[in-house]
């Protein structure tokens, strides 16, 4: 096996780590039985920590972002004890399976699985949904890729502590 010893731009390294996603989005989603029973991984990481990871890791590149999660269609990937960590690429490169944020019609932002191409746009579905998400992912609505969930034990009432330009985004595991 010959190894490359050619430099990856940031844009080959984005595009491999998009391929990974999907093929962990697939897998996974393979893997968990959808069920409304679900439970969302735990984790003894303090809130506080949380998002200090989060946002050591996100500071990396102006593209990626941190989303608090509420809500629990997504569970077991992500739920209510979760940050998201997103990247802002190109809607062109999104592939079925892959979890992404989008902006719904009332505004808020929905962190969903895609599950079937329609038309220019994607349709999204919670893990633990029975239906697909009525507003359709496109290219003015897509806020980014799901590249990394940091999980944390509850204690969001830190939150308030958190200055208002370090609060993290939030993003609604929605159920329709």
């Not at 029973?37 to 890791?57: C, E, Q, T």
């Not at 940050?83 to 979890?99: A, H, N, T, V, W």
């Not at 994607?122 to 890729?145: E, I, R, Y």
Request: overall charge positive; proline content about 4%.
């Amino acid at each position: 096996m010959k190894i490359s010893t050619t430099p990856r731009t940031t844009s080959t390294l984005r595009i491999s780590l998009l391929k990974m996603t999907t093929i962990l989005g697939l897998t996974l989603g393979a893997l968990v039985p959808t069920t409304a029973h679900a439970v969302a991984p735990a984790s003894g990481v303090p809130f506080l920590n949380a998002l200090a990871d989060a946002r050591l890791i996100t500071h990396t590149n102006s593209d990626w972002r941190v989303f608090m999660v509420k809500g629990v269609s997504m569970e077991p990937h992500f739920g209510q004890n979760s940050m998201l960590l997103i990247d802002k690429c190109d809607f062109g490169d999104l592939r079925l399976g892959m979890m992404v944020i989008y902006q719904d019609a009332s505004g808020d932002f929905v962190a969903h699985r895609l599950v079937a191409r329609a038309g220019a746009g994607w349709v999204a579905k919670g893990q633990n949904n029975n239906q697909n998400d009525p507003t359709l992912v496109t290219s003015a609505n897509f806020q980014g890729v799901v590249f990394g969930i940091i999980h944390y034990k509850e204690g969001t009432d830190q939150l308030a502590s958190v200055d208002s330009a370090s609060k993290p985004l939030v993003a609604f595991a929605k159920t329709y």
